[in-house]
């Protein structure tokens, strides 16, 4: 068996102890928020523990999106509420899931590949500082967030009636699923043509957007937040807290993925000037380049 082989199996193993441990403080608290929340920081705790055991940061990254379907699964369960909008939910945030779990798995090597981003961390601090920049910033943090953006899910499986306009919701999501499956199969496909060329991947949509997959992931939890706003109206600043998910993306990911290909690629700059940050847009004229071709 492969070592990536053998690392999901662990990874799999991993998480079901983890939502197993939490499960125990689920089963104990009556609120629903209070008792999810409960659930996924005690899985995080187990996963937290486990990276520190095997200096290996990277064993969390699938709970973006493994976490979210087995929360809400775990709340529809518990609390009986076997509705429309418990159904197409976990329908269309399992497609969500699935999708990007799997792209995960396609670029996993295995228990001991670090992401770069850990292993600077990692080289750079100590190693109390950097277990505490993990707890926090590496797991705990992101837990939140998606915690906050599936609030706008357990609000709206509490609502027995389903609304048309919900679809909006729906079919922004899926939209946004599907450009990050583009971005991904793409990107895939010009790094095994071009891997060893340090050039920036600029085919499909990555053409009009230099982070496509991040504006699909900002895009999905915008569409949860649409169908939270059709399927309870009247409570719409109870859901906003998705958008703390945006403000790590630009705060942080977009950022550091910037930086990253300033350091790496060679047409980086080139790239840049032509090409938007996140939105899809034509790509702009390059002014250099016209210029270089002035006699």
Sequence with gaps: MKAKQKGALFDAALYAAAFAAGAVPFAAIDNMFFAVAAFTATATAVVFIASCALRDVSVYDPYWSVAPPVMLAAAVIKYRLYNANSFVLLAVISVWAVRLTANWYVTY???????????????????????????????????????????????????????????????????????????????????????????????SVWKYSRHPNYLGEMS???????????????????????????????????PMMEKHNAERRIDYEEYKAKTSMLLLLPPKKDETAEMRRVP
């Design 109 to 203: 090597k295995g228990i001991g590949h670090e992401d770069w981003r850990y292993a600077q961390y990692r080289e750079k601090y100590g190693p109390f500082v950097f277990h505490v920049i993990s707890f926090f910033g590496l797991h705990f943090i992101p837990t939140a967030v998606v915690y906050g953006g599936m609030t706008c899910a357990l609000f709206s499986i509490q609502n027995k009636e389903f609304s048309p306009l919900s679809l909006i919701g729906v079919a922004v999501m899926l939209a946004s699923a599907a450009l990050e499956l583009v971005s991904d199969i793409s990107i895939h496909r010009f790094l095994c043509e071009h891997g060893g060329e340090r050039r920036c991947c600029d085919i």
């Design 220 to 254: 999905f939890w915008t569409g949860l937040y649409i169908y939270f706003l059709a399927a309870t109206p009247g409570i719409w600043y109870k859901g906003l807290a998705f958008l703390s998910i945006i403000a790590l993306f630009l705060s942080v990911s977009i």
